[in-house]
């Protein structure tokens, strides 16, 4: 998109901000009671998921505090576009809510030749919670012992590796796609269904690559079936402190994560987003969840709901450009 659809992007994005506070005397009341009957949190993906765990801690968390149950409902297909649709399709008054991932707002729009609903007019964001960042991975077999050596081997080899991914427009594809097109390099993807095979598949050299967030390889690493050669962040990871950032190991630019957070249907009243937004940045603030995270290799986010917002947008303008280099369409 241009300079243009960046202004309708916008405005679109202000529009729906002005509707969701235009509140008449009943809504007003209905504010005031919020909530007043269990809240619904669809998850687009299957459970067990780093999604659904996310989902399923943060409801246990919001439930305690508002005095409603908070019921998780895994609502898969085509990509996370079914579950999503439906969290876009509810009333907008606060007991219908979905807790999404990168694809489900920054992606799919540009994978797939139409979706069942429209991220920005339809859907808006309440809390970033979490991120999961990607970290380069070779297996053992491949000789490089760093990010630099590891350029220099394609480039004097094209195509002669072969990088694993959890699927055709996945976060790990797509960011092995950013890494070739930083790196002036070229290798051949592999899709698996999932992370869990192409884990399996690296670590015994059947692939060679893989960009993925820390968790799925943790073991392997700490095994040396496979060797990590750069974490895709501005700033060091805490629990793997002696991973240069990729910009650390001579590839400015690389930067990838998988992020989720809350959204709600498009006119939710603005002080029930709010106030989601001010519980979910408290939960994320405590110590004990801190601790969650550093298990699952997750670090946490905390923004505003506007901030939350603009941030969509940017990782919407940045991967509308990789998913063009990918040259993936899903239908």
Known sequence: MGGNMNHIVRRAVALS????????????????????????VIVPSAAGGTTDFLAR????????RLGQPVIIENNTGAG???????????????????FISTNNLAINQFLFKSLPYDPIRDLVPVAAVAEAPQIL??????????????????????????????????????????????????????????AAPAVTDLASGQVQVLSVGAAPV??????????????????????????????????????????????APARTPQPIVER?????????????????FDKAYLLPMSMSAGEFASFVQEEANKWEKIVADAGVKMD
């Open 218 to 263: 943790a073991g392997v690493m700490a095994s040396g079936d496979v060797r990590a050669l750069a974490a895709a962040t501005k700033a060091r990871m805490p629990l793997l402190p002696d991973l240069p950032t990729a910009a650390e190991a001579g590839l400015p630019g690389f930067e990838s994560t998988t992020w989720f957070g809350l959204v």
């Open 80 to 98: 996370g576009n079914v579950g999503t649709a439906s969290v876009a399709r509810a009333a907008p008054d606060g007991h219908t809510l979905g």
């Open 137 to 194: 991975v070779v297996a053992k077999n491949v000789k490089a012992q760093t990010l630099a050596e590891f350029v220099a081997l394609l480039k004097a080899n094209p195509n002669s590796l072969n990088y694993a991914s959890a699927g055709p427009g996945t976060t790990p594809h797509l960011a092995a796609v950013q890494f070739m097109r930083l790196a002036g390099v070229q290798m051949t993807h592999v899709p698996y269904r999932g």
């Open 57 to 64: 801690v943060s409801g246990e968390f919001l439930a305690a």
């Open 17 to 40: 901000f002005v509707l969701s506070t235009l509140c008449g005397p009943a809504a007003a009341q209905q504010v005031a009671n919020w909530p007043v009957q269990p809240i619904r």
């Open 276 to 292: 989601l937004n001010a519980l979910l940045s408290e939960w994320v603030a405590s110590p004990k969840v801190k601790e969650r």
